[in-house]
């Protein structure tokens, strides 16, 4: 499989000669879990979320992307953080080099009685919820990490548009 590769904060890392949307989100179900997918590609644990595509809103790609990568669908509930560091660049498979602009989200279930997370098996090999305690141990991208940590401690932002 040909795979994105990620570098954040690497001097050797390729110039991004653009920019490369993307939004993520914090769910979190009525136990305070957080739901979490895991990346067939790298195998590394994160926040489902993805690109936004041309047309979309913000808003209307982080629904599809958690929904696509875990089978949940979600309510947004506020802003946890605009993420936009110039050393976390995108090298795609194509090899074309971006600098990440991430949007992440909190949100919670549309509907908390649903069928729990299931990956899609095509991006996410795994799916599920997890208590914010044991997310320290799990394989993680550092800039992931630094964005769940934000949203697991930051006060909750109440405008989404």
């Known amino acids: 499989m040909v ?5 954040y904060r690497d ?4 110039r991004a000669h653009g920019l490369l949307p993307a939004a993520f989100a914090t769910v979190r179900n009525p136990a305070g879990q957080v739901l979490m997918v895991r990346r ?3 195998g590394n644990w994160e926040l489902p979320g ?3 595509e041309v047309g979309e809103t913000v808003a209307e790609a982080v629904i599809r992307e958690v929904a696509e990568e875990s089978g949940v ?5 506020g802003l946890s953080g605009v993420y936009s ?13 971006h600098q990440q602009l991430a949007l992440c989200f909190h949100a919670v279930p549309a509907r908390p009685d649903a069928a729990g997370p299931r990956p899609d098996g095509i991006e996410t090999d ?3 919820w997890c208590d914010p305690a044991t997310v320290p141990s799990l394989i993680m991208h550092p800039a992931m990490r630094l964005r769940l940590q934000h949203a697991i401690t930051a006060p909750l932002r109440t405008h989404v548009d």
């Open 50 to 52: 993805g690109r936004v």
């Open 11 to 14: 001097p050797d890392a390729p």
């Open 126 to 128: 795994a799916a599920a």
């Open 3 to 7: 795979r994105l590769r990620e570098y």
């Open 85 to 97: 560091d110039p050393t976390h660049v995108l090298l795609d498979p194509d090899g074309r080099v």
């Open 73 to 77: 669908d979600i309510a947004l509930t």
């Open 40 to 42: 067939i590609d790298d």
